[in-house]
C-alpha cells in the first residue's frame, strides 16, 4: 500500500527547460529594453542560476560586472523595473508556446490526479509565471489541479534554503515522508533535502554537472515513468 499522498513538483527546469528557453532570453531581452549592454550568454547564465530568484540573480550580476551601477541610489528601483521588463517577456514566450512540458511530466500528473494524489508546485519563480507555463503548456484549467502553488517572494529566503518547501509542506497538511519533491537542480534538492522530502531529480540541461548527493533517485527526463514507481 503506497504512502504517497503528493507530489511536489519544482518548476523551472523540472516541468520544462524554461531556463534555456524562457527565462535567458527574457533577460537579455529586458537589458536591450531597458537600454542596458549587457547580454548573458549561455555559459554565463549556467553561472548565474548558483543564484536562484530572478531579482535575486540581477542584484549578484550587478555587483560583480557593474558595481558603479550597483552603487546608484535608484539601484533597487532598476533591478525591480529590469525584474518586470524581464517577466513581460517571459510571458510573451510561454503564452506563444515556446516552452513545452518535459517528457513525461504531462503523463506523470494525469496519472497522479487519476490515482487520487495531490499536486503542488514549490518553486523559486514569481507566480505569474508559474500560472502561465500551466495554462499555456498543460491545459487552461492546470493551476486548479495543484493544492498548493509556493511560488517566489512567499517566502525570505529562496532555494537552496528549505523555505518554500516547508510553507508547501504545511498548507498541504502533510508529513514530508508522505510527499515527493521531484526537483532539476543542486540547489532544489537541497531545499527539498532541509524540509525532510524524498527527492526525485530529473537532470535538466542546466544541470547536468551538478551534485544530486542525497536524492531519492537521479533521472534524465522523467518519459516513460510510472507513478507506482515513485512509492
Ligand atoms: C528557478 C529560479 C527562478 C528563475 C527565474 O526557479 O531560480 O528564479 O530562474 O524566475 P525553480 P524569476 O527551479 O525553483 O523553479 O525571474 O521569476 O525569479
Ligand atoms: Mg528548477
Redesign the pocket.
Known sequence: MSTLQALIF?????LAE??RDG?RPAFNQAFAECGLAWHWDARLYGEL?AV??????LRHYARQYAPDLAQRADFADLVNKL?AA??AH?LRRVETGCLPLRPGIAQLIAAARAAGRRLAI?????PE?VHALLRSSLAPDAPEWFDIIGA?DVVPN??PAPD?YLWVLERLGLPAENCLAI???E??LKSALGAGLRCLVTVSEYTAAQDFAGAWRVMGDLGGIALEELG
Not at 519544482?10 to 523540472?14: A, F, K, L, M, P
Not at 514549490?122 to 514569481?126: E, Q
Open positions: 519544482d518548476v523551472d527546469g523540472t524554461t531556463e527565462h542560476l536562484t530568484g530572478g531579482k535575486e540573480r525584474h524581464k517577466t517571459y514549490a518553486t523559486t519563480t514569481s509565471n517566489g529562496k532555494k518554500i526537483e532539476d537542480s540547489n532544489g
